[in-house]
């Protein structure tokens, strides 16, 4: 024991310099696909007859430079959040939630049906409330039938999650178009909440208190799967389910638990996304967040904090993005394009640097 | 004895200064080794002494960080598992490496071409020429995760002889082996060796390497510290070089392992109670059939019986991990059928399972982690539910010392420990307080002679403190130095049981071979 303790403190003191070279090791091979993504996209947009440089500067400008634009990307974020942090549970516990659009659109359409009646019958902060114990009910409902079949007859839950979301979204759909409909318009939506009765903007912005919130999830999730029992008992799950079941815990329950605090915090982003942003629920409309949020949790490696920084890259993107589509022509769906160059780009780059780890050893 | 003819050819494998680092220790320090054509190399250390590590590095899985490998007489580092094996390595890893979804017979047929049909027939043939005479039996039908880990291993040493490789590495080979396994396995290298092929084996039984070993090398803390050549191998009576091997090995008399059975005070109400317990036989896996034995207060009770008759499917129902079909268990007059794992873990019911990796562990956690994993959110290292990392480092450095657990620090991913040192991990957790029953399967797998020794007299000792222990153990000598008394499983039945004390050990022999006692 102590020739090896001995030896193990040597390793140590000349461990600092390698720590710095790892991390900068890291910084390199997370930076450098970075810009060969950007160099790639940019070659799609040449292709596509639009100059790179003029798209990046407008979507820098407007996503993150210009006051509106920042306003907008930190408001885009709260929804994001939320599903970031209901992502992150599922995965941690090893269970791929890929229904998050569903349930976010089930979260909306019940909360825009239901906070409008609401606010009329009850003091303003409860009625929100209860629109969004609602809202997360219904997502958490929805997730019960994946839940149930993984958790007692070992059904895989990523064809049963996406099965329920195709569904879920074509619900919230009709549920638009023949239940929740304003008969106060023409066009298929559902009422409007007015403007004083969302949630509170934040000081004299437009960004929405759902990012305070959205923030407060995250952060929240990540204390509770980082340091808590209940945390540990989930990835506990996720690392190595035979483990779990040797250990005594009660898989079945604890997958039930996983599906509805997922689907539950997914449909508080959508909630968030009508409360606090939208105010109604237009028909047809499915921005289909959850996809988008799913390479965003990978890139964090599902670690909460590193998450939120993601999610803002994410929503400069996708704001910018959607202002250059109106500008510039190219189509608004091109943000997804960048995400997915840039996950592969950083998926060939980690593979590459294991490869010549191992070669400079040989 | 017979004399071994000297039949040594040249090196196949030389090592020349080989070292690999792992953070926060020298695996392997400068090792010099040549494993030589027509010579069984018995590789010995203690845990953690990094054997794995040196024939991780012959198989491809890791590359050495300084120092050459020589394949021939010729440099050639070994770049992949693939390319050791076009080398003609095959090895037999100390942990399995089969696909546990996939059948035995999918399993043995991997890394044939992949545009063509695995030729299943013909591959059945070759596996029984090869399996028949070492006393194995193999169901090539059967899902791998329904096997036991012995019967796994069985699987990966035919795999590696069906490659026809030059040389041959078993890493712990026969850790789950039958005494009688282990005399064919044993001759069979033998005939592999005078084919001119070459073999390195490892294990922990001093005796095997004496036995079966052309040539001995020991390792320590990382160094070779000492190599036995033919030579002087063959001059050495069996008794003499153990105790050569010892010194060189622990630098002191490691003391012998006693035939010392525990005393026990002369109550017999039994505390753990099963009747007719029964699990229902699956298409791979063996069931039980009312199963009924008691174990008193103090009393050890063995389990006796050839690997995968059911010796799993008795722990795992008891434990509460398996449905059982029929019958009772009560501990202390508590029913505990009604109960799942966690429940009869607190109602004082202990499981030490024999798949420390597929189940005992999760690899990825550190070690201080894994001592607790079966006491996660309860006081007082969990506080509401709030881990407090503070006490339960503090606790693991604790149990880390007191088990002499090898690990750079309790907060290094378990996975990374030595076979032999992640068990120890396992049975810290296991004999930790609160216990009223024990069941230990196989707990001595993969522990050195030092250890070994350590943990049978923990279990003596809680025994002694009045406990119920049930020990499972393919290992006869185990259960004769142990127990009170002896059961023999057979094809899921208990064929019968027998008190200890003299000739014992013939009685279940010949129970285990299906003769009455
Ligand atoms: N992948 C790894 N990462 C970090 N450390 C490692 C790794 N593999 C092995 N080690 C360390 O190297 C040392 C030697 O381990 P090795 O597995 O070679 O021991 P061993 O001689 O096979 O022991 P045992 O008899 O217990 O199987 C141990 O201290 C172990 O913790
Ligand atoms: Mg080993």
Redesign the interface.
């Known amino acids: 024991?102590s020739?090896?303790a001995v030896?193990?403190a040597t390793?140590?003191g000349s461990?600092k310099d390698a720590s710095r070279r790892d991390i900068r090791r890291r910084l390199a091979i997370t930076l450098g696909p970075l810009l060969v993504s950007l160099v790639l996209a940019g070659c799609v947009l040449l292709v596509l007859g639009v100059d790179p440089l003029a798209y990046y500067g407008f979507v820098l400008d407007r996503g993150l430079l210009s006051p509106l634009g920042v306003q907008q990307t930190l408001t885009r974020m709260a929804p994001l959040l939320f599903i970031a942090a209901g992502l992150i549970v599922a995965f941690r516990a090893g269970m791929w939630n890929l229904g998050g659009d569903g349930q976010f659109l089930l979260g909306a359409v019940t909360a825009a049906a239901s906070a409008p009646l609401l606010v009329q019958a009850l003091p303003h902060w409860l009625a929100l409330l209860v629109a969004f114990l609602i809202a997360t009910s219904v997502a958490m409902l929805w997730s019960l039938v994946p839940a149930l079949l993984r958790a007692y007859q070992g059904v895989n839950e990523i064809i049963t999650t996406l099965m329920m979301s195709f569904l879920g979204v074509s619900l919230a759909n009709v549920l638009v178009k023949l239940l929740f409909l304003d008969p106060a318009t023409t066009v298929p939506q559902t009422r409007t909440l007015a403007v004083p009765d969302r949630l509170p903007r934040l000081f004299e912005t437009t960004i929405t208190s759902g990012l305070v919130f959205g923030l407060a999830a995250i952060v929240i999730v990540h204390f509770v799967m980082t340091?808590?029992?209940?945390g540990?008992?989930l990835?506990?799950v996720g690392?190595?389910p035979?483990?779990a079941?040797?250990?005594?815990?009660?898989v079945p329950l604890l997958t039930v638990a996983v599906f509805a605090i997922s689907a539950g915090l997914i449909g508080i982003g959508g909630a968030v996304d009508i409360i606090g942003i939208q105010g109604n629920v237009r028909a047809d409309w499915n921005p289909a967040y959850g996809l988008a949020v799913i390479p965003v949790v990978f890139l964090a490696r599902m670690n909460g904090l590193a998450a939120i920084a993601f999610v803002f890259l994410l929503s400069v993107l996708s704001i910018g993005g959607e202002s250059a589509a109106r500008r510039l022509g190219v189509p608004q769906h091109f943000t997804m394009v960048l995400v997915a160059i840039v996950l592969i780009t950083l998926a060939i780059a980690e593979y590459l640097d294991h490869r010549f780890n191992?070669a400079r050893?040989? | 004895m017979e004399p071994i003819k000297d039949h040594s050819g040249p090196a196949i494998v030389t090592l020349d200064g080989v070292t690999k680092?792992f953070?926060?220790?020298?695996a392997n320090d400068r090792i010099d080794l040549e494993i030589r054509a027509g010579e069984v190399h018995v590789l010995l250390g203690e845990n953690?002494a990094g054997k794995s590590t040196l024939i991780g590095m012959l198989s491809g899985l890791q590359?050495?960080?300084e120092g050459r490998i020589l394949v021939d007489g010729r440099e050639m580092?070994i770049?992949s598992p693939s390319h050791a094996l076009s080398l003609g390595i095959g090895t037999v890893f100390q942990h399995n490496m089969l696909v546990p979804t996939l059948t035995v017979a999918e399993n043995l047929a991997l890394g044939g071409r992949w545009w063509q049909r695995p030729k299943i027939a013909e591959l059945a043939a070759r596996v029984a020429d090869i399996s028949r005479p070492l006393g194995i039996e193999i169901n090539l039908a059967a899902r791998v995760s329904e096997l036991s880990l012995g019967e796994q291993q069985q699987v990966e040493i035919v795999r590696a002889l069906l490659r026809e490789s030059r040389l041959l590495i078993l890493d712990e080979a026969t850790s789950m082996l039958t005494p009688q396994g282990i005399a064919e396995l044993g001759a069979l290298m033998r005939r592999l060796v005078e084919r001119g092929l070459a073999v390195v084996f490892i294990t922990h039984k001093l005796g095997e390497a004496a036995d079966f070993g052309d040539r001995v090398s020991v390792l320590k803390?990382g160094r070779k510290v000492g190599e036995i050549p033919p030579e002087h191998l063959r001059t050495r009576d069996r008794a003499e070089l153990i105790d050569e091997i010892v010194a060189m090995m622990f630098g002191r008399q490691a003391g012998d392992d006693a035939v010392s059975v525990p005393l026990r005070a002369a109550n017999d109400d039994g505390l753990l109670e099963v009747r007719n317990l029964s699990v229902t036989p699956t298409a791979d896996a063996q069931g039980l059939d009312a199963v009924s034995l008691s174990v008193g207060s103090g009393e050890i009770l063995g389990i006796a019986g050839i690997d995968g008759n059911g010796q799993k499917q008795l722990a795992e129902a008891l434990a509460?991990?398996r449905p059982a079909t029929g019958g009772s268990v009560m501990l202390a007059g508590q029913p505990l059928d009604d109960l799942?794992?966690?429940?009869?873990?607190r109602q004082g019911l202990r499981?030490l399972?024999d798949d420390r990796l597929?189940?005992?562990?999760?690899?990825?956690?550190p070690v201080s982690?894994n001592y607790f994993?079966?006491q996660?959110?309860e006081p007082p290292l969990?506080r509401s539910?709030?881990?407090r990392s503070g006490e339960i480092v503090a606790r693991a450095q604790d149990l880390t010392r007191l088990y002499?657990v090898?690990t750079?620090?309790v907060s290094t991913p378990v996975g990374r420990l030595s076979g032999g040192n992640i068990q120890k991990v396992l049975i810290a957790r296991e004999l930790a307080d609160g216990a009223r029953a024990v069941i230990f399967n196989k707990p001595t797998y993969g522990l050195d002679l030092a250890n070994t020794l350590a943990t049978r007299q923990r279990i003596r000792d809680i025994a002694g403190q009045g406990l119920a222990v049930l020990l499972i153990s393919t290992d006869l000598e185990e259960l004769l130095s142990m127990c009170h008394r002896i059961a023999v499983i057979s094809q899921g039945r208990l064929v019968g049981i027998v008190p200890n004390g003299a000739g014992a050990g013939e009685r279940v022999g010949r129970l285990m071979i299906g003769l009455a006692a």
């Open positions: 024991m020739g090896e030896r193990a390793l140590d461990g340091r808590t029992a209940f540990l008992k990835r506990t690392a190595n035979r483990a079941i040797h250990a005594g815990l009660n191992q050893k040989v | 680092r953070p926060g220790i020298v953690g590359q050495p960080d580092p770049r803390l509460g991990q799942d794992v966690g429940g009869r873990r499981y399972t597929g189940e005992g562990t999760v690899g990825a956690f982690v994993l079966k996660i959110g969990w539910g709030i881990e002499d090898r750079p620090a």
